[in-house]
């Protein structure tokens, strides 16, 4: 008996083979479908999807036998991974003198071998699609391009496992770093909110000592650093309310849209806008705080960025068998129809300002949207400029 050498590129086959974490899995359909096919096409009663590891040849599809590894110094597969032949084939290998005194060939009984190893793209072989008999014999043309054949679509297999393997691994990564992401902005949120009442603070003692001087240019000044202040505590207040949307989604209850339109309508009693529910909707174990957040922001926007003398917000709801749909229209502003596709990104506006002069943070629909996918739904607008908006959103029942 003659052992197989090792490829010259082993260390890096080696890890290759590794990175697709085919090792010690357990069988599987496609695989086993694969030799089954391979068997019935080759008369044979064995057929293999082997992976060559370091000092072993692992069967990730096995048929005709019960072992699930094998040494890989007394493997025919390690010799076929060797071979410059599209099929390595042994016809009896009891008259070829690098088996003929192989455990295989004497326990049992691998009499005929054909393999076709199975490279990757970069020409890496992990292993092979083999088949074996008990008796001497040959392969037809036919049968070594059906056999090479299946081959490729074992391949085809590792590739698709490897880039699901990588896909998950890039996702991993994205969500951990969304993650460190997120406590940085809620740390640096959190840490904002100290300076910031300082500096409103003085803001108000200057106001209160020394705007009656009437100096225009102090006063200019005085304007331009509150309505900055004031910019500052909506950026720092969205983005702590962007990071703790996901603790809204946890409890559950059952409600009606009329009590959570009545509740955020009595938020806005000392504003000049007109609040009216149009149709009520009973809503069964649902996150009543989070729709509240979803309702106070969109109502909040639409009296916000609204022109009009008389502010008219209407809300309706419906229901199907897999959703609840409510809509929030106003007669506000409206919004560009260039700009309806991004307002929902975070940090994303219009650039437009609101009645009070100051331009919106990005934050507040792009924490409605969070939301609203946090209760399995979406969120979508249909607006005018000029006559208003109607925001769209649906709850998973």
Known sequence: MIAPQKPTNESKRLEVLKSYNLLDTLPEDAYDTITKLASYICNTPISLVTLLDADRNFLKSRRGIDIAESPRDISFCGHAILSEEPVFIVEDARLDERFHDNPLVRDFKAIFYAGVPLRTSDGYALGTLCVYDHKPRTLSLEEQDALRGLAKQTVLLFEARKRNIDLAAAQNETAQRNDRL???????????KSP????????????????????????????HLDTSAKSMRDYIDGLLKYYRADTLLATKEDTTLFTLVKDVADLHKSSNVAIKI???????????????????NLVDNATKYNDKEAPTIKISGNESK????????DNGTGIPEDKQEIIFDLFKTTGTKDRNGRQGSGMGLATVRKLVEGLGGTISVSSVVGEGSIFTFTIRR
């Open 278 to 296: 149009e149709d009520d909707l009973k809503l069964v174990a649902v996150s009543a705080i989070a729709i509240d957040q979803i309702l106070s």
């Open 182 to 192: 997120e406590d940085f902005a809620r740390l640096v949120a959190h840490d904002l």
């Open 196 to 223: 910031l009442a300082s500096i409103e603070g003085l803001l108000n003692l200057l106001k209160e000592d020394y705007l009656g001087e009437n100096d225009e240019d102090f006063a200019l000044y005085i304007k």
């Open 322 to 329: 897999d959703f609840y749909t409510i809509s929030v229209k």
